[in-house]
């Protein structure tokens, strides 16, 4: 209506800049604040082997250096942030995890906080999940034992996988998974691309806007993600198809993904519904106590392939159960099997 001056924030400013230069300012595309030597080498090789599997990258892995040039993960001699994030543990970001014993966010019930590279960190993410969602059981045709979350595991997946991939490692505040009484939210502090809504990719066929496109490459090499911007369609009609509800809500602080738990699997468990305690690998645990009672935790882990934080949540959950207990110090301890049903 008139002329007027106004100052602009800090944050707006940062934004307007980013828009103009977006395409030489991508942090993942900078170089990064630590060397080769702080880049796990057993994580590069996972993921080539992974890229290979899914036919999206023909590489035989050398070492450490050319594979990384491979990813164009180094640029002029330089090894660039999105190494850093993808495979080093070396990280100021982190991601935070909380139950809630209702439907706000008042009471913790448990809280933890991940750091490491971030394949790691969808691995700790992904585990936590699992053994905090309820999972009803099923018995099929052939009298086989099927457990079904009340979730799909595959949209809690890519809602933490994109979350990771497409938010903004400029903030230091953390990305959170928080699980309540009657749902599962997501949230990440990524900026949603401006102009679009989460409809224009549930609906439309949008294209991907990653601010995080090195990162967004190396995930779509191994099918961790798909480039094209597929993401929130996949949740959606994952959660469709099986008759979840989900909502995608950009705030102004980030983006949340809300899975509402439903209601037949958020009451006590019975025969037909149980807590998720991954029956799998408490076999294997105890099968690893049995040969070897002093095993620790950290061997246990490297055995199975899983994280010590995730051994950690198992072997609390079994001595929650009477499954198994400890008896003296870390050190020079074991572990007693008290039941193996």
């Given at each position: 209506?008139?002329d ?5 924030s ?6 307007l800049?980013?828009?103009k ?9 900078t ?11 057993k ?20 070492d450490?250096k ?5 990813l ?9 942030r ?17 139950i809630?014993?209702?439907?706000e ?5 448990d ?5 490491g ?10 585990l ?17 034992r099927?457990?079904?979350?009340e ?13 990771l ?17 009657d ?10 691309p ?9 609906k ?19 099918k ?17 198809s099986?008759g ?27 025969q ?24 620790t ?26 499954l198994i207990?400890r ?15």
């Open positions: 209506m008139a007027e001056d106004r100052q602009l800090s944050k707006e400013i940062e934004k800049i980013l828009k230069h977006k395409t030489t300012l991508s942090w993942d595309s170089p990064a604040e630590i060397s080769i030597d702080d880049v796990s080498e994580a590069v090789k996972a993921h080539i082997a992974r890229a290979n599997e899914s036919r999206r990258l023909d590489y035989e892995y050398v450490l050319s594979a990384l040039t491979k164009k993960l180094i640029k002029n001699g330089k090894l660039l999105a190494a850093q994030v993808l495979f080093s543990d070396e990280n100021d970001f982190d991601l935070q995890l909380a809630f014993a209702g439907t966010k008042l009471t913790f019930l809280i933890q906080r991940y750091n590279n971030l394949f790691k960190l969808l691995e700790d993410a992904e936590y999940v699992k053994n905090h969602i309820k999972w009803r059981v099923e018995i099929g045709s052939k009298m086989e099927e457990e079904i979350p979730i799909p595991i595959a949209a809690i997946r890519e809602a933490i996988i994109n979350s991939c497409h938010r903004d490692y400029r903030s230091a505040k953390s990305n959170e998974i928080a699980i309540l009484k749902r599962l939210e997501i949230f990440n502090q990524g900026n949603f401006e102009g679009l809504s989460p409809k224009d990719f549930i439309k066929e949008e294209a991907s806007a990653s601010p995080n496109k090195l990162i967004a490459r190396v995930l779509y090499y191994s961790d993600i798909e480039e094209w911007g597929t993401g929130i369609k996949r949740i959606y009609n994952e959660c469709h099986h979840v509800k989900v909502t995608f809500s950009v705030l102004k602080a980030g983006f949340k993904v809300t899975f509402f738990r439903p209601e037949n699997t958020t009451q006590n468990t019975t037909n519904t149980t807590q998720k305690n991954d029956l799998d690998t408490v076999s294997k645990i105890l099968s690893l106590m049995k040969k070897n009672p002093s095993i935790r950290e061997e246990m882990a490297q055995n199975l392939n899983l994280t010590t934080d995730g051994i950690k949540y198992h072997l609390k959950n079994m001595q929650n159960q009477g207990r008896v003296g110090g870390r050190k020079i301890g074991r572990w007693d099997i008290i039941s193996s049903d």
